[in-house]
C-alpha cells in the first residue's frame, strides 16, 4: 500500500490490511474474524467518514451512502426511514474464501480481491429476508462454475432472487437505483 501523507487514515487502513493478511496467513477461517477489518477497510476506500471535511473517523454506516441501492432502499433513504439494510453482496464467507485461496497472499493481491469481492449495496429488510430465505451466507449454484452465466457475477444471489428485474443484464436492471457516481 503506498503511503498518502495528506491522508490521514492511510496508515490505519494499511494496519487493517496487514490485520487481514496476518489471519490469511495464519488460515484463519472464522469470518467474523475479518468482518471488522474488512469492513472498516472498505468505508476507508469508499471515503465513507463522519466529521468535518470528511476528516473525522471512518465510519461503516455510512456505507449505505457510497454504495448501490436498491430502488426501494432510495427511495426509504430519502425520506430517512429506517429499516435499510447495508449487505454484503458476496456474503463474507466466499470473501474469507477468496482469500485463503491466493497463492501468494500480499497486501496488494489482499486489496485487489476486497476490492472485487467486498462490494456492498443499501436494501430494504424485506429484500434483505428475501434474499437469506435461499441465500443465506452462500452464493447460488453457478457462481463458482466456469461458463455459467452467474459465474464471478458479485450480484448472482439478486439476479437469482429477483430475475423480473434483471431481464436486461445487470447493466440494465430495474432492482437498482442508477447514480452518477455508480452509473451503469
Known sequence: MTKNTNDPFAEKAEGLINAIKALVDSKVEDTSCYRMLIDNFCAYQMGARNGKDKLG????????????????????????????????????????EKLLALPTPSTTAIMDTLETHAVFAAITEEEHNMLNIKHRSRMPDGYSIEGDDLCDQPYARYIK???????????????????PDKGW
Do not use: Q, Y
Open 57 to 96: 473517523r471512518w465510519d461503516t454506516n455510512k456505507i449505505r451512502n457510497h454504495c448501490l441501492r436498491s430502488v426501494e432502499a432510495h427511495k426509504a433513504i430519502i425520506k430517512n426511514e429506517k429499516g435499510i439494510h447495508r449487505d454484503h453482496v458476496i456474503p463474507m464467507k466466499f470473501i474469507v
Open 161 to 179: 432472487v429477483f430475475p423480473d428485474k434483471f431481464k436486461d443484464g445487470f447493466e440494465g436492471n430495474s432492482f437498482f437505483e442508477p447514480t
